[in-house]
């Protein structure tokens, strides 16, 4: 039974679109199969991925038509990667849903059909704490939180904390947090260095040890529809994915990769 990992932060431009696509990249890579979830009506992951959000039937279709998700799924040019798209019609999805039975749940029920499918399900959440957001974290059995590492990291984090534990409490009494990933990482600034430290010491075990530098090299990636391991995988980015990924693995007891082999080195020089 796959695990499902739900990708969210209400706050904008943290990296959640970018970890979703690049972690699936790395897990595929590694030769674990894994399906990304659009569900975010932005469709960034879609596009990310090198599908036309334009040209695809979507999460709305899944949601709110009840279309069995496996006639959604379509295949990446990343190995073991897939990915159930979306697009603008999305937005409309919460406004149907509102006065639907079981309305929090929908998008649960439509996954556990494939959940056996998958070693891990990735869902790229909207940067909002919507219905469908709701629907995400209720469908998952983790959530896992990217943090950029700037002077706003904290904004918003305890909101977006409460509503898990509400989730937990009355949706999804499973549900756990995977952990923070600090993201958009600048060796250079002396405030990204006071921003990780302040976040290791307020939330300790819960952040990853790996951390995501700051680098070109991940947009120019999704601007051609491919993840950073297929399209530069000596870059300072994809070595970031391919050992958080590694990471994920360990967390999960899903490898027996030993402590020293767990980080590939970067090369400073890229």
Partial sequence: MGKIIAIANQKGGV????????LAGCLGVLEYKTLVIDADPQANATSGLGLDPKNSRNMYDCIVSDLDPRELIVETSSPNLFIIPSNIDLVGAELEMINLP????????????????FDFILIDCSPSLGLIT??????????????????????????????????????????????????MYDTR??????????????????????VIHRNTTLSEASSYGNTIVMHDA?????????????EILQKNNLTKIGNDDKKIEIDHEL
């Fill in 15 to 22: 990296g959640k679109t970018t970890t979703t696509i690049n």
């Fill in 102 to 117: 079981n309305r929090e749940k929908m998008l649960r029920t439509a996954l556990d059909k494939i959940k056996d499918d």
């Fill in 134 to 183: 709701v629907n995400a974290i209720t469908a998952a059995d983790s959530v896992m939180i990217p943090v950029q590492c700037e002077f706003f990291a904290l904004e918003g984090l305890s909101k977006l904390l409460n509503t898990i534990k509400i989730i937990q409490g009355r949706l999804n009494e499973d549900l756990e947090i995977e952990g923070i990933l600090l993201t």
């Fill in 189 to 210: 600034l002396r405030l990204a260095n006071q921003v990780v430290d302040e976040v290791k010491t307020h939330f300790q075990e819960l952040v990853f040890d790996t």
């Fill in 234 to 246: 000596s870059s300072k980015g994809s070595v970031n994915y391919l050992n958080f990924a590694r």
